[in-house]
């Protein structure tokens, strides 16, 4: 039944689809533009080559995310007006009822998710990162990390969404205070588990054993005031050429963990640089802030969709008569990043303020110079492009542009 809230919904996805299609109008046409010529910055640092290496990457990128965006649409489209949500419900409603109809209902929403996503997201894999050089996956591996994924979501996700569901149920008006504090716990009990429970299924870790390196690492660590679990070293290189470096786990768990493809690039004073920067994340106790503020934002959340579970304009307003919890929880996390996406250039600034945070406590920890150099062979071994739109950029962007990025290190390294 079409009501105001209809409307309302229409209005904020077509706003959300025009600002993400001029936005990326913007990127294609911008990279394209400054494709022809290195930026002065990087002038005898990036070849020409790389250069045209990176734009031709992040326009493919691009175009392909136009076509990943109208798909999403389409399907949020089709559960919502479309009636595949209320079809679902009849079917399941027939079959199953309580906690085992919810969950049956929410699993079919993300399978049915997944399958339309799986063409994307091999075409993405086997097409385009292969067209670049990227791509070290095999089908069969890919085959084998989906399956490992989907038994993982489901082995996990069920005794979660049985939990949530019986709260939601038994909890009275405050059940999304209940599901707060349990969706938290959960959250934080992953952080854990992750690094020697969940990760090594995917990849194997061996523990650094490049002694002058590790002996290096281990002194800026001991400076830096950090302890960790152990330095590892993670076969990234199996499925793709992409290097990096992060931190894992939480407290006492806490690991280091490189990308074999990193360690091979870049020289042990750059790679101390780039854990430097690291270690910036946990001095400024990034983590931990972006942690509150997830938690901030659900909590705002479930207590918003406790408003909306006794709303009948909620339900009718996007194609669905009956209401239930499971319904409901679909519904909310299926339309709120419609409503939310303007939000998404705050978040974007808040993680490219902590970036510079980061590299300016490198560039007192280690080297700034070092981190340069580290980053522009990183620009170039990952096609970063190193003309992104400017608006483009501070919308999505989480890093900040290299020429900033570098620009500002160069200060500090002066200083």
């Given at each position: 039944?079409?009501?105001?809230?209809?409307?309302a919904f229409l209005a904020a996805l077509?706003?959300?689809?025009?600002?993400r299609l001029y936005l990326a109008w913007?990127?294609?046409?911008?990279?394209?533009?400054?494709?022809?010529v290195v930026p002065d910055q990087f002038?005898?640092?990036?070849?020409?080559?790389?250069?045209?290496?990176?734009?031709?990457?992040?326009?493919?990128?691009?175009?392909?995310?136009?076509?990943?965006?109208?798909?999403?649409?389409?399907?949020?489209?089709?559960?919502?007006?479309?009636?595949?949500?209320?079809?679902?419900?009849?079917?399941?409603?027939?079959?199953?009822?309580?906690?085992?109809?919810?969950?049956?209902?929410?699993?079919?929403?993300?399978?049915?998710?997944?399958?339309?996503?799986?063409?994307?997201?091999?075409?993405?894999?086997?097409?385009?990162?292969?067209?670049?050089?990227?791509?070290?996956?095999?089908?069969?591996?890919?085959?084998?990390?989906?399956?490992?994924?989907?038994?993982?979501?489901?082995?996990?996700?069920?005794?979660?969404?049985?939990?949530?569901?019986?709260?939601?149920?038994?909890?009275?008006?405050?059940?999304?205070?209940?599901?707060?504090?349990?969706?938290?716990?959960?959250?934080?009990?992953?952080?854990?588990?992750?690094?020697?429970?969940?990760?090594?299924?995917?990849?194997?870790?061996?523990?650094?054993?490049?002694?002058?390196?590790?002996?290096?690492?281990?002194?800026?660590?001991?400076?830096?005031?950090?302890?960790?679990?152990?330095?590892?070293?993670?076969?990234?290189?199996?499925?793709?050429?992409?290097?990096?470096?992060?931190?894992?786990?939480?407290?006492?768990?806490?690991?280091?963990?490189?990308?074999?493809?990193?360690?091979?690039?870049?020289?042990?004073?750059?790679?101390?640089?780039?854990?430097?920067?690291?270690?910036?994340?946990?001095?400024?106790?990034?983590?931990?802030?972006?942690?509150?503020?997830?938690?901030?934002?659900?909590?705002?959340?479930?207590?918003?969709?406790?408003?909306?579970?006794?709303?009948?304009?909620?339900?009718?307003?996007?194609?669905?008569?009956?209401?239930?919890?499971?319904?409901?929880?679909?519904?909310?996390?299926?339309?709120?990043?419609?409503?939310?996406?303007?939000?998404?250039?705050?978040?974007?600034?808040?993680?490219?303020?902590?970036?510079?945070?980061?590299?300016?406590?490198?560039?007192?920890?280690?080297?700034?110079?070092?981190?340069?150099?580290?980053?522009?062979?990183?620009?170039?071994?990952?096609?970063?492009?190193?003309?992104?739109?400017?608006?483009?950029?501070?919308?999505?962007?989480?890093?900040?542009?290299?020429?900033?990025?570098?620009?500002?290190?160069?200060?500090?390294?002066?200083?």
């Amino acid at each position: 039944m079409i009501n105001i809230f209809s409307f309302a919904f229409l209005a904020a996805l077509s706003v959300m689809v025009a600002l993400r299609l001029y936005l990326a109008w913007r990127q294609i046409s911008h990279v394209i533009a400054c494709r022809a010529v290195v930026p002065d910055q990087f002038a005898g640092r990036v070849e020409l080559a790389a250069h045209h290496k990176a734009a031709d990457y992040a326009v493919a990128r691009t175009r392909f995310g136009v076509l990943s965006l109208l798909v999403e649409i389409a399907l949020l489209l089709v559960f919502t007006f479309g009636g595949g949500l209320q079809a679902l419900h009849d079917f399941w409603s027939t079959r199953l009822s309580g906690a085992g109809y919810g969950v049956a209902l929410i699993f079919s929403v993300m399978l049915i998710s997944g399958l339309i996503d799986l063409p994307l997201t091999l075409y993405t894999q086997f097409v385009i990162e292969e067209k670049f050089g990227f791509n070290r996956m095999t089908f069969g591996l890919f085959l084998i990390d989906l399956i490992k994924q989907t038994a993982l979501g489901v082995a996990i996700g069920t005794p979660v969404l049985l939990a949530v569901l019986w709260l939601m149920a038994q909890m009275g008006s405050l059940w999304w205070l209940y599901v707060w504090l349990f969706w938290c716990s959960f959250n934080l009990l992953i952080l854990f588990i992750y690094p020697t429970w969940i990760a090594p299924l995917f990849n194997k870790f061996s523990p650094l054993d490049d002694a002058p390196l590790k002996a290096r690492i281990e002194a800026l660590l001991q400076r830096c005031g950090f302890a960790s679990s152990g330095l590892f070293v993670m076969d990234g290189s199996r499925r793709s050429n992409h290097g990096n470096a992060y931190f894992t786990g939480f407290g006492k768990s806490k690991r280091i963990v490189f990308f074999d493809t990193l360690l091979g690039r870049l020289l042990p004073v750059e790679v101390e640089a780039v854990l430097a920067h690291e270690l910036g994340h946990f001095k400024h106790r990034h983590v931990i802030k972006r942690i509150v503020l997830l938690f901030a934002l659900s909590l705002a959340g479930l207590a918003l969709l406790g408003q909306l579970m006794d709303a009948d304009w909620f339900f009718n307003g996007l194609g669905v008569s009956v209401q239930n919890t499971a319904l409901a929880l679909i519904l909310f996390f299926l339309v709120a990043p419609v409503f939310s996406f303007l939000l998404t250039p705050l978040i974007s600034l808040l993680s490219r303020r902590h970036e510079f945070e980061a590299d300016r406590y490198a560039a007192d920890h280690a080297s700034a110079d070092d981190l340069v150099k580290a980053l522009v062979k990183l620009y170039e071994d990952n096609a970063a492009t190193l003309t992104p739109d400017p608006l483009h950029s501070l919308f999505y962007d989480s890093h900040p542009p290299a020429a900033l990025r570098i620009s500002r290190l160069a200060r500090l390294n002066i200083n």
